[in-house]
Structures are given as structure tokens and as C-alpha cells.
């Protein structure tokens, strides 16, 4: 049988990206363009800079993405794309761009959630199977998704204040390592020891949701207080300690919510899913409790539309597709 083709396309936050997948499993082309540079001297993502540089390269990035899968726009049977949450005018472009393609193409739209995405990335990998709890950590977000089926998400946890990978940006930025701050603080932390007794913030006993921002306060205060009496704490020293307080409270709630949910599989997914200290403690814990765990390689990790293609092709499957009004939506809900 033919396989179905689909080309999917991501602009929800700094990246602009295509790719077309097969049978939502088989990456045939995966395009992302990166503005990371552009933002860099800001020290975050500046939204109306994302949006313009989106609409510069959009069809660029489109077009290259067919040509490096070998397919036309004939061979397409779908345009998938991130309807949120994201950026509103970051969104917008590829919205814009997949309801013009699809409708000049005449094939079905099907608009996606990011974190669905995410989630599905793990797909690309190795195929999942239900029930199975995802941990999502980025740059925006920080959630415990509960899956009985494929395409059925159930949000159990997310963060109250600040993204795990947010906290990571900001504690970069105090100790002065450039942005994006999460690899660099994780390059750190492999020098450093967990000294500083930094706060592990976990809210209700029966909660799965997090707060980060109380930690980000901690480590900003352990460098003023020391700063005023003249001292200097070592770096490393600082991002072990913030890297081990994050991880064990990330790896803390995961396993709970993997025991209390009685599941055996285990997804991660998002940029932070790189950080080598969570993905060393999520291992050994799964290893611990015989939970079969999926990180996704670290391309898959951060944001590109090949996931987005994965997680499209449940509801392509099932015939569950936007129509014109398609829109982008900055808080959409899982
Ligand atoms: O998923 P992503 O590429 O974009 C969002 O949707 O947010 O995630 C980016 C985030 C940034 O905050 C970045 O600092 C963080 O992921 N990150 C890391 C690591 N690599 C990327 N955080 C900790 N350790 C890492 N190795
Ligand atoms: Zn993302």
C-alpha cells in the first residue's frame, strides 16, 4: 500500500522549520532553520524578530524540505502544523503558510499541538505504547502528560512560575554564560559538587505539579549574599547545586506519577530532555523500577516540525482535520 506522505511545519517559537514524514514514523526530510543567533544578543527570543525572520525563510525552508524528501506537492496527502502555544505571530506564519499550501495542494490540514509534538518525537524513535506517562521539559514548558492511548493526553503536572529550562536560562545568565544557558550550565555542573543545599520545591504531597521560580531565587540570593561579603562562589559548585535540586524534584514526580498511574513506559521530550545529569538519574531510576524509558537524540529534542508530522499523522489517521479557520493560538490546551 502507499504510504501516506505529509509535510508538517513548526514556527511556534525561534526555529523555523519542515520536514516531510512517512506513515507518522519515518523521517523522509527535516528542515530547521535556526535565528538562535539573533536573539542572542538579547538574551531571550524577541518576538517580533521571530516572526519576521519566519516570514523571510518559511518557504524557503518548505520548499527544501520537499526537495531533500524527493517528493512534489503531488505526492503530498497532508499539511500538518503547530497551532499552538507559541508565539501568536510566530505561530502565525506557519499557519498561514500550511493553509495556503493545503489549499492550494487540495489536501487535508491538520493543525497540532506543540507539546503533542513533543510527546511524538519519542515515536520517531521507537513506537510508543500505552499507557505511558511523558515528562515535557523546554524552554516554555514544564509537564507530566498521563497517555491511556495514542492522540488521548492527560495533563496530571505542570509548572506554577517558571519552565525547567527557563530556571536554567536565567541561573546562566546570572553566573554570566551566554545564552541559551542550559547547555552551558550542564557543562558546569559536571565540574562542580552539590554544595549549596539549593532548595527541592515540591509543592503538595500529592501534587505532580512544579515551581522553579523559588529555586531560581535561591541561587540568585546565595550570589548576592556572597558577593557583599566580598566572596565568590565557585560557578561550578552553583550549577551542580541547581542542576541536582531540578533534577531530583523532575525525577522525583516522573517516577511518582509512573508508579501511581501503574504505567511501564516512559517518555521524555523537549529541549531540556538534553541535559545529561536528568537523562543519567531518569535512567537509573527507570532501570531501578523496570520502566522501559525513550529520550528522543538530541536533533528530536528541540524544536523541528519531524514531530509535529508524527503527532499530525494520529489525527490524519483518523480523519480529524482543521479547516480554514485554522488559527494560531498562543495558550492552546493540550
Ligand atoms: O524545546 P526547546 O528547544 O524550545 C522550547 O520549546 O522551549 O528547549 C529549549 C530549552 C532552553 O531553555 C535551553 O536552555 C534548554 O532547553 N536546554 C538545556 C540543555 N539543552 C537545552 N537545559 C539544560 N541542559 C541542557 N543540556
Ligand atoms: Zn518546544
Not at 539573533?38 to 518576538?47: A, L, Q
Amino acid at each position: 500500500m502507499k504510504p501516506n506522505v505529509l509535510l508538517a511545519i513548526e514556527t511556534s517559537c525561534d526555529e523555523t522549520a519542515a520536514a516531510v514524514i512517512e506513515d507518522g514514523k519515518t523521517i523522509r526530510s527535516s528542515v530547521v532553520a535556526s535565528q538562535m543567533e539573533s536573539h542572542k544578543r538579547f538574551g531571550g527570543v524577541v518576538p517580533e524578530i521571530a516572526s519576521r525572520h519566519h516570514v523571510e525563510v518559511m518557504t524557503i525552508v518548505m520548499e527544501q524540505a520537499l526537495e531533500e524528501a524527493g517528493v512534489t506537492p503531488e505526492d503530498l496527502d497532508g499539511v500538518c502544523v503547530t497551532e499552538g502555544p507559541g508565539l501568536v505571530g510566530a505561530l502565525l506564519v506557519g499557519v498561514n503558510a500550511a493553509k495556503a499550501a493545503a489549499f492550494a495542494w487540495d489536501v487535508p490540514l491538520i493543525g497540532v499541538h506543540h507539546i503533542a509534538g513533543h510527546i511524538y518525537a519519542n515515536h520517531l524513535v521507537e513506537p510508543l505504547e500505552f499507557p505511558l506517562i511523558a515528562l515535557v521539559v523546554s524552554g516554555g514548558h514544564t509537564e507530566l502528560v498521563y497517555m491511556p492511548e495514542d492522540g488521548v493526553y492527560e495533563k496530571i503536572g505542570e509548572t506554577r512560575d517558571d519552565a525547567v529550562g527557563e530556571a536554567y536560562d536565567k541561573v546562566a545568565r546570572t553566573i554570566g554564560l551566554p545564552y541559551p544557558g542550559g547547555p552551558h550550565v550542564d557543562k558546569l555542573a559536571a565540574e562542580g559538587t552539590d554544595s549549596l543545599g539549593f532548595p527541592r520545591v515540591r509543592l503538595e504531597a500529592d501534587s505532580y505539579d512544579f515551581s522553579f521560580s523559588g529555586l531560581k531565587s535561591a541561587v540568585i540570593n546565595t550570589l548576592h549574599n556572597a558577593r557583599q561579603k566580598g566572596e565568590e562562589p565557585e560557578q561550578a559548585d552553583i550549577a551542580a547545586s541547581f542542576q541536582a535540586a531540578a533534577v531530583d524534584v523532575l525525577v522525583e514526580k516522573t517516577m511518582r506519577a509512573v508508579k501511581e498511574h501503574g504505567v511501564s513506559r516512559l517518555v521524555v521530550a523537549g529541549g531540556v530532555a538534553a541535559n545529561s545529569g536528568l537523562r543519567q538519574a531518569l535512567t537509573e531510576a527507570a532501570e531501578k523500577e523496570d520502566v522501559q524509558l525513550t529520550i528522543p537524540p538530541l536533533s528530536l529534542c528541540t524544536d523541528n516540525a519531524a514531530m509535529i508530522g508524527a503527532a499530525g499523522y494520529v489525527r490524519f489517521r483518523i480523519g480529524q482535520f482543521s479547516d480554514d479557520r485554522l488559527n494560531g493560538v498562543p495558550g492552546l490546551e493540550l
